[in-house]
């Protein structure tokens, strides 16, 4: 009996690769969290990194403008970021190897050469509007910029330089929980909840330009190329195999629906109070904060802050990571957190390079960041539509994926999401040249 019992063990080791380990001594409410912790991961923390200082922005326009009459997009978005990170994270499982390696396999170097450069131009910029969005949060509390993004960019590197795969990913999901804020916020609002309900399944389609502009970069700004890198190297990461491949996909589909509720709550936080009392427009998710407090009070505005502070710290950490991912798994070279940088200097190198750009910028008075972003904004939406139909061909490739692969009406879904995320990014990439 007791040599079975360390087989068991191992058993039940390689059954939970990837997951969080127990301690030998441990209350069961200790436990019960280490349970829950080793159920999170990428999915989780791809979709809400998803939510950053852009994406509030975003979604709070939404509902400054349009108040509740956009929720009912939601659903559909929600529905389109399940499938996307669905197949991210059973190619991981499958395949052992990450999006810009396996396009470097089957399509050749310069595929992911593009990709790869595309990638970098895209992430940087967002990553720097992110650090700005560290800086706009803890300003609300009083706290000068350059204080505030250096000691974020220093945390944010040690979390990642210096620990291992598994305690930062622990970290990340705890970053998850300001979002929290956004609920809470929504409920000071007091909106009207039936009117809510009635927003989500009963759409009211309008057809001027600013009502589809704002549908389009919604869409854009919930799904974006750098949640599938960094989600499907993550699942490969964490060590997850075939025999983890449902627990995978059912984290990342629940963190697709966690990550788009939250979006929800932001639009009815600003439809309850903005909307109402004729604030149409919004410049930035700081603005949105500091708007709410003649209609829902102090505490509505610290709430949102808590929330942007989250949101803009695990940005902040995701991008580089992802990026780094993809330079590294395109080139060839050594990747992994916890490596040191002489084991991997390139995917290292690449963090502390991103992360120390973004932070000088943000801190720089006079940077034109929103016209950073704006580029940024055209470079994801022709890369968007790259990286899906990447994801498509791949996830019904039988060679690769076997019996795991995309058939039927999963195969069909998978079609079609790509077909309407394609055309919603490149219809928001036009109307950005356009204006521009």
Not at 275 to 290: E, L, N
Not at 338 to 361: E, K
């Amino acid at each position: 009996m007791a040599d079975r019992v360390p087989a068991a063990l191992r058993r039940t080791g390689s059954a939970l690769r990837g997951r969080a380990r127990l301690p030998a001594r441990f209350s069961p409410r200790r436990s019960r969290l280490f349970v829950l912790l080793g159920l999170l991961g990428p999915g989780l923390i791809a979709a809400n990194a998803g939510n950053d200082a852009g994406g509030i922005a975003t979604y709070s326009q939404v509902g400054a403008r349009y108040g509740y009459g956009l929720l009912w997009m939601m659903v559909v978005i929600t529905l389109s970021l399940a499938i996307v990170q669905s197949m991210a994270a059973r190619m991981g499982a499958v395949t052992g190897k990450g999006l810009a390696e396996l396009i470097r396999e089957r399509y050749g170097i310069r595929w992911s050469a593009f990709a790869t450069l595309a990638v970098l131009i895209a992430n940087l910029g967002i990553c720097i509007s992110d650090f700005v969005g560290v800086g706009a949060a803890l300003g609300l509390a009083g706290v000068p910029v350059q204080i505030s993004v250096p000691i974020a960019a220093v945390a944010i590197w040690l979390i990642i330089v210096r620990g291992s795969y598994r305690s930062a990913e622990r970290v990340f999901i705890w970053l998850t929980i300001p979002f929290f804020a956004y609920p809470i916020a929504a409920i000071l609002a007091h909106p009207h909840w039936s009117a809510v309900g009635s927003a989500i399944v009963a759409p009211h389609i309008q057809t001027n330009s600013a009502y589809l502009l704002l549908f389009v970069a919604t869409a854009g700004t919930t799904i974006t190329p750098y949640m599938q890198l960094y989600l499907q190297s993550a699942t490969v990461e964490r060590g997850a195999r075939v025999e983890n491949l449902a627990g995978e996909q059912r984290e990342a589909v629940a963190g697709a629906i966690f990550a788009d509720i939250i979006a929800a709550f932001v639009i009815i936080a600003t439809g309850a109070t903005l909307f109402t009392h004729g604030i149409h427009t919004v410049g930035s998710a700081s603005d949105a904060a500091k708007a709410l407090v003649p209609f829902a009070g102090r505490y509505a505005e610290a709430l949102f802050g808590v929330g942007l502070l989250g949101a803009s710290l695990l940005a902040c950490a995701i991008l580089p990571i992802a990026t780094s991912y993809v330079v590294s798994e395109s080139l060839g070279f050594e990747k992994g957190l916890g490596h040191s940088p002489r084991d991997a200097p390139v995917f290292v190198g690449l963090i502390t390079t991103m992360i120390a750009i973004a932070t000088i910028v943000a801190v720089v008075p006079g940077i034109p960041v929103i016209n950073l972003l704006i580029g940024v904004q055209v470079v994801n939406g022709i890369l968007l539509p790259i990286n899906l139909c990447f994801i498509w061909r791949l996830s019904r490739n039988r060679e690769l994926m076997g019996e795991h692969r995309n058939r039927g009406i999963l195969d069909v879904l998978t079609g079609a999401t790509v077909l309407f995320t394609s055309a919603l990014s490149l219809t928001l990439v036009a109307v950005t040249i356009a204006g521009a």
